[in-house]
């Protein structure tokens, strides 16, 4: 939320005013062409080998997504091939957006509400994912028939312990999934209305009055992403058991992690940014650096995240197990568990076709 609006404020001091403002209160105009010639010059040895090195960075994790894609769509069913690709691709997609305005200082804006959209489908598919872990949701039903959801969690109800427990039935599960949808669904479309009204010159970071349009969609977004982190979080808590041998626990965390880098992180800095702690380097403001810091990061740590992604969704995607499948499965010839669905025994938890 908060590195949009600081997208926006970088971009109208690069572009729209054409000015860089420097601590003395001297102020420079380059054109919109020169920009990107003008922060390249001013560079040092160890700042181009820094951007050589970012670039490469992301070009690499690029290479490793297509190459794990690859395998998904060779090794894993058809029926989680494209949740699972679009998860594996949050971290590369942040990376190439951050890398595109890292290098092209005016696409700030725009790269940063890709990589909002993009990760707002991405938490719906991590929903529907746990779901497909658990078999579908007619399996996921049967397993917890006499279940119940936790909703005193995070991040709405974390302390609010009194709240009842929620049967789980087709009705909950639904509402867990609209949860996730409306902001897969909203958010791009706030994202294009932001850039419509900034072309209007109606979207500016710095004008927080009721009249400005940027105080009413900063705090829209901030409400929808709230709602659609909880059903994930209430899912995760109630399947974490059960999906264990699944590795469900590292897959949460690296989502987590993303989440927390891409919006949290970026908010620290933005605000640092805005407060002038961070100080300006002509031609970059102080506010267009901390968005270079921002970019710089980010490529670095998603980097990370691709390679980590790679190791814990690289294998077999079989049907449901139970929790202790891990243990007993290696060099054993027990029989597996039957499931009963709709009359007819299957032996690995699936329909017979």
Known sequence: MVTDFAASWLLRETLSSKQFYTETGLSSTVSGRGLKHKVLESLD?????LFAILTL???IANLVFVEEAVYIYRKIPSSKRSIIIWINAAAPVIATTSCIGMWIPRSTMFTDFTAAAFFAIVIHKFLLMMIKECGGQKLLLRQFENGRFKI???PCCCCCLCLPRVRITRRTLFW?????F???FLRPMLMFLSIVLWTNGNYTFYNLSPKGAAIWISCFVGVLTIIALWPVAIMFQQVKTLLTCKKII???ALYQFILILNHLQAAIINILA???IIRCAPPLSSSARGAYMTQQLLIMEMFLITLISRVVYRRRYDGLEPPECTAEEAGDNKEAPKFILNGAVSEDGLPRV
């Open 45 to 49: 040895l160890p700042g181009r080998f």
């Open 57 to 59: 960075m992301t070009l």
């Open 152 to 154: 005193s969690t995070g």
């Open 176 to 180: 867990l999934k609209l949860g996730t």
């Open 182 to 184: 409306q902001f897969a």
């Open 250 to 252: 590292p897959k949460f």
């Open 274 to 276: 805005m407060q002038r």
